[in-house]
């Protein structure tokens, strides 16, 4: 388990972002990430404690994630990195600086 994986920090952010959310929408939002590697993870961010995962029994079952409170923490200790990048680079691919552009 790792914090440090490619897609961890995008995946908190959008969880955060859109809580609670699906796999598949993950999936969608994330571009040119595949289905192992979110899996993957997803697992390494629920082993860390920093989000949790809901099945809601309903026909099919559906799996929702949500940020823990020391996944919100960490996002909130973060984003003034984001802002950071955003300023002072020319790094622009990130979606995370882009939102924060708009905002």
């Known amino acids: 388990m790792r914090i440090s994986r490619k897609w961890n920090f995008l995946i908190l952010y959008l969880i955060g972002k859109y809580e609670p959310i699906h796999f598949n929408e ?4 994330i571009n040119g990430i595949t289905p192992k590697a979110l899996s993957d993870s997803l697992k390494d961010l629920q082993e860390l404690g920093l989000i949790k995962k809901h099945i809601i029994n309903s026909s099919p079952p559906t799996t929702v994630y949500y940020l ?4 919100k923490e960490l996002i909130k200790s973060i984003i003034p990195l ?7 680079t020319n790094n622009r691919d990130c979606p995370i600086i882009g939102d924060l552009n708009d905002t």
Do not use: C, N, Q
Request: hydrophobic share 55%; glycine share 6%.
């Open 82 to 88: 984001f802002k950071w990048l955003a300023e002072y």
């Open 26 to 29: 993950l999936l969608r939002i």
């Open 68 to 71: 823990t409170d020391a996944g």
